[in-house]
């Protein structure tokens, strides 16, 4: 693997059920340049696995880490606790959640110390680019590419509005 492939963002996932969701913040960070990895840890079915992970992410080369979980979803929670990596939680809607607000609360609502920067439910693609935008302190090309990306939110939304004036 070339060095400048070497996965700076992880993204992982407490379940394979997790990864339509995930699986966009993969996406994004693709499209914006960022190299990353993919990824199954659950907190409860393998937690050595998970705490290994964690442990050894920053020695790796890991800069972020970006955990989805559904239900009792105490990925990032833990995670954050074993690593001073950022880490950004995912609210899965799992099939069994109460309207995704047991996800969601179960990453949101840390205990002071330990913070984990929680994105909507679902919210795969923004935790994405929140990676990507944490990466791009220390990246310019990163920083480049999100400049673009957002240039063409702008322009989109202002075709759109010239269209319906017109
Ligand atoms: C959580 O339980 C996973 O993150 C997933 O969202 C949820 C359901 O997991 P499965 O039963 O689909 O494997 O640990």
Aim: hydrophobic share 45%; net charge negative; proline share 5%.
């Amino acid at each position: 693997m070339a060095e400048d492939k070497k996965p700076i963002v992880g993204v992982i996932m407490g379940s394979q059920s997790d990864l339509t969701v995930m699986q966009e913040a993969a996406e994004i960070l693709e499209e914006l340049g960022v190299p990353c990895e993919v990824t199954i840890v659950s907190a409860h079915r393998t937690p050595h696995r998970m705490i290994s992970y964690a442990e050894e992410a920053r020695k790796r080369g890991l800069k972020v880490i970006i955990a989805g979980a559904g239900g009792a979803a105490h990925l990032p929670g833990m995670v954050a606790s074993i690593t001073t990596l950022p880490v950004i939680g995912v609210p899965v809607k799992s099939r069994n959640s109460i309207d995704g607000w047991d996800s969601i609360l179960s990453i949101l609502q840390m205990p002071g110390g330990i913070p984990v920067a929680t994105v909507a439910l679902d919210g795969g693609k923004n935790a994405g680019i929140l990676a990507a935008e944490i990466v791009s302190t220390f990246d310019d090309k990163v920083a480049n590419a999100l400049q673009a990306y957002k240039d063409k939110l702008k322009s989109t939304v202002e075709d759109s509005a010239t269209k319906l004036e017109n």
